[in-house]
């Protein structure tokens, strides 16, 4: 079993950044490659970026490409996501979410509860 706990969302002007992190806790939590999704009400769930349980391998989407930049802290058993010239479009609801491959679809066995961003224009 793998718990996850996201934090650090909240109200940002367009242009500004924020970073979210992801608490991992349990006894295998570090072999697992984690993920960041987020979802808009009345939309599907999108991928964001993710990192390998190593952390040397990441993956972006497009839309979060050279803006967003996920890094791990094993000793913390904390990924990040460093959000920078944050966009309106990217106001949603921010989840974590934990499986053993990478994948860009949102079928991740353990999820956080999520955080809010908002960007505000």
């Known amino acids: 079993q793998v718990q996850l706990v996201e934090s650090g969302g909240g109200l940002v002007q367009a242009g500004g950044s924020l970073r979210l992190s992801c608490a991992a806790s349990g006894r295998t939590a570090k072999m697992y490659a984690v993920g960041w999704f987020r979802q808009d009400p009345g939309k599907e769930r999108e991928f964001v970026a993710a990192i390998s349980w190593g952390g040397d391998y990441t993956r972006y989407a497009d839309s979060v490409k050279g803006r967003f930049t996920i890094s791990r802290d094993h000793v913390k058993n904390t990924v990040y996501l460093q959000m920078n010239n944050l966009k309106p479009e990217d106001t949603a609801v921010y989840f974590c979410?934990?499986?053993?491959?990478?994948?860009?679809?949102?079928?991740?066995?353990?999820w956080g509860q999520g955080t809010q961003v908002t960007v505000s224009s």
């Open positions: 979410a934990a499986d053993r491959v990478i994948v860009t679809t949102p079928t991740y066995d353990y």
